[in-house]
């Protein structure tokens, strides 16, 4: 994966943005805001930053978003799969757009991320990064996009914050990120498995009872 330019920058430019956004809901002038927008905000389209941009609206509840998303991320592993690293946002799902409150959450969101990212992140483990890592890092990705679209209570937290530091990982080229990316998702594969496995075992108790 290629290292974003100037990753120190991030923090920086979403506080600008979210005020600015901000000052123009003061005056009755908030748009909605969308996922092309906030590619954009990055100064670039690449795999790692479309990846957070979508992990982070997947968590969004808004009808349908973490489907969307999913089938983007999907697309993205694939294309990873391929060795393709420039990766350009399809347009429907650029056109998906956040009102003023998840728009100002996700804006606050992104700020804090980046500002924790560019506090604790720094390049090392290079490892993990090599080029043919691209293999695992896409299966992963169809691991973790599996997991949000599964009818989970909170089910695309995990799975989504997995995704993000995998993006934050090769931003930033720190391979810590990408060992804490899945320490993450190997919880959130924990956590369905349980929750499934109560399904059933409650479904399998109704069942006797019934019979």
């Given at each position: ?23 123009r809901c003061a ?89 924790m990212a560019e ?93």
């Amino acid at each position: 994966m290629q290292p974003s330019p100037e990753p120190s920058t991030l923090a920086a430019t979403f506080r600008a943005a979210l005020q600015h956004y901000r000052s123009r809901c003061a005056h009755g002038d908030g748009p909605r805001l969308s996922l092309a927008e906030l590619v954009r905000l990055h100064g670039h389209s690449s795999a790692h930053v479309l990846l957070i941009v979508m992990a982070a609206l997947s968590m969004v509840p808004m009808a349908g978003a973490g489907n969307v998303m999913g089938f983007g991320m999907l697309a993205m592993a694939w294309a990873l799969w391929r060795g393709h690293d420039d990766i350009h946002l399809p347009r429907r799902i650029g056109e998906m757009a956040l009102g003023r409150r998840w728009a100002d959450r996700v804006l606050d969101a992104l700020v804090w991320l980046y500002g924790m990212a560019e506090r604790w992140l720094r390049p090392r483990w290079h490892y993990l990064l090599h080029r043919a890592t691209r293999y695992w890092w896409s299966a992963w990705i169809v691991a973790m996009t599996g997991i949000i679209f599964l009818p989970l209570p909170l089910g695309n937290v995990l799975p989504s914050l997995s995704l993000m530091l995998l993006a934050l990982g090769w931003m930033f080229r720190d391979g810590v990120a990408l060992v804490a990316a899945m320490l993450t998702g190997a919880t959130a594969m924990a956590y369905t498995a349980l929750f499934w496995g109560v399904v059933v075992q409650a479904m399998g108790s109704v069942y006797r009872w019934l019979a």
